[in-house]
């Protein structure tokens, strides 16, 4: 069994995206978690609409696989997802079997041998998405000095959240405003801190090829990778809102029969 989806012929290879370093997650190494630019060092994203906001949200799952073809053939190259193992994917709507297949895909350390060398096994369905690095310092060199931030809670830590995210993917090849100096090497990004990123833009039109044949443009692959990274960060949320929904049903039926009950016992009352 292979990932989702497929690079096209002529499509960057993966150990260029790795020169490149940041990827989807590179506008953290400008606006680090935690101690976050003010609002005014980067342009407030559009407001966008989203399934799974709302009290009763829900996730479009073809999006949240599409988006995870996005990370498994982009992002995944530079960022790990420490938080979700490879199980965590049969939310996707996949069969074990397909899972365990996916998850004996990827290799991860196990040691060394008698004689000292490192050695890797498959994955499981209790491994997790780690870095593609083995450690911080070789992900710094390779990322201008940066280690590229974990994506498993990106969408609720991240300052300005889903819309940030996406407005940040599809905001590359503005004109920067007049008088702005773009220094070499970096480019115009309005929705980076101080609007400037040392990033190459990590989506492409047609950069990948989507298993249901959606047209991947930049917009699409932004939206469908968002998703994504909402539903990773909250994969419970539509069970949390059927909860809600029913607690407020029952309260609403338990007012009913307490009002019916109060005018029965007081109706005989002079």
Known sequence: MHEPGHRQRGAQPRRIMLRHGLLLGGLLAVLPVGSGARAHDYREPPRQHWSFQGPLGHFDMAAVQRGYTVYAQVCSACHGMSAVTYGDLAGLGLKEADVNALAASHHIPAGVDAAGHPVARPANMDDHLLSPYPDAHVAAVANHGVVPPDQSRLA???????????????????????????????????????????????????????????????????????????????????????????????????????????????????
Not at 193 to 210: D, K, R, V
């Open 156 to 270: 609720v830590v991240h300052p300005g959240g889903v819309d940030r995210i996406y407005a940040f993917l599809t905001g590359y090849g503005q004109t920067p405003p007049a008088g702005t100096v773009v220094p070499p090497g970096t480019f115009y990004n309005p929705y980076a801190a101080n609007g400037q990123i040392a990033m190459p833009p990590p989506l492409y039109e047609g950069g990948i090829t989507y298993p249901d044949g959606t047209p991947a443009t930049v917009e699409q692959q932004a939206r469908d990778v968002t998703t994504y990274l909402a539903w990773v960060a909250n994969p419970h949320l539509a069970a949390r809102h059927r909860a809600g929904v029913g607690a407020v049903v029952f309260l609403l039926i338990l007012l009913v029969l307490s009002i019916c009950l109060k005018r029965r016992t007081w109706s005989n009352v002079h």
